[in-house]
Each structure stands twice: as C-alpha cells, then as structure tokens.
C-alpha cells in the first residue's frame, strides 16, 4: 500500500462514479485487517503508529467512496473540477427553479400528506441527480457538469434534511 495512492487505487476499484458498495465494504473489511495495529504489536510502539496512520487513512478513503456526494466529489476534484461549495453556487438552471418551488412548498405544507407527497418528489429529485451524475461522470467524463450537479445534489440533501426538520416539529 501507498500512502499517496488515490482511493481508488487503495481499495483496488475502478475509478468511476458506479461502485460496487458490497465490493467497497469487503475490501473495507480486508484493509482493515491488514492494517489493524495490533497486527503490529510485536514490532513496537513505531510500526503501531504507523499502521494506526493507514487504518485512519482506509477509513477516511472508505467514507468517501461509499457516499456517492463524497466519491463524485472526490472524482471531480481528481479530475481538475474541484466541488468548491463555498465559493461556487453554480448549478443547472432548471435546478434552480426546482429549488424555489421545493421551497415554496415546504413553506405552505400544511399537513403529514403534503409533507410526505414534498419528501417523495425530493427523493425522486435524488435519485434523477445521481443518475445524472453516473452519466456525466462515467459516459461524458464531463467534470465541470458533474461539478455543478453535485452542487445540486448537496442542496438536495440539505432540503430533505429541512423536510426531516419540519416532520419532527409535527412528530412524524
């Protein structure tokens, strides 16, 4: 194993967007193992560190290939279009007009119905965008675009957490 290796390169996948997530969690499992400091017990308190140094380094390259905002993210970084959310709000246009009517609506719900009804088109718009992103990613290599939808994607995250918010105000 190489410290500078991507994460990818550690967990022995294909570097796409499209994981295997019960491949991702096995190989988890394997690095783990090999790397687990009590492995390293006999050969002292130097090498324990340093496998405690790669177990901290699998477990951070397992938590962002097993998320698929994380792993997108982390392709289009590797790939010259780093997310940079905080200083670029870019999105697609029709997006953004998707995100003011999401908001109205959750400002005039008025009931569980219509707030289950929000959290339904919401995960829907979830799974469109990870849809896109595997196609933007994996067919066009277009990083700028997927860049911009994973910006999206995290408002859509953020907004199902604010109808999770507005479900637990009602005890749902």
């Not at 969690?25 to 050969?43: C, G, I, V, Y």
């Not at 405690?52 to 289009?76: D, F, G, T």
């Not at 010259?80 to 998707?98: K, R, Y």
């Not at 911009?148 to 994607?153: D, F, G, H, N, P």
Request: glycine share 4%; with cysteine.
């Amino acid at each position: 194993m190489n410290l500078q290796d991507t994460d990818f390169e550690l967990f022995d996948v294909p570097t796409t967007f499209a994981q295997d997530r019960a491949a991702l969690d096995a190989r988890w499992k394997e690095l783990q193992r090999e790397a687990h400091p009590d492995r390293f017990a006999a050969q002292g308190a130097s090498a324990q560190r340093v496998a405690m140094q790669w177990s901290v380094r699998i477990n951070e390259a397992y938590q962002r290939l097993k998320s698929p905002i994380r792993r997108a993210s982390y392709l289009c970084e590797l790939n010259g279009s780093p997310i940079e959310a905080e200083n670029n709000t870019a999105m697609p246009g029709d997006f953004l007009v998707q995100q003011m009517e999401w908001r109205e609506a959750l400002e005039d719900v008025a009931d569980e119905t219509g707030l289950d009804a929000l959290r339904d088109e919401v995960d829907a718009g979830r799974a469109r965008a990870l849809s896109a992103l595997d196609w933007l990613i994996d067919e066009k290599g277009d990083y700028p675009g997927a860049a911009r939808q994973v910006r999206a994607l995290m408002f859509i995250e953020r907004f199902a957490e604010d109808i999770d918010a507005k479900a637990a105000q009602w005890g749902q």
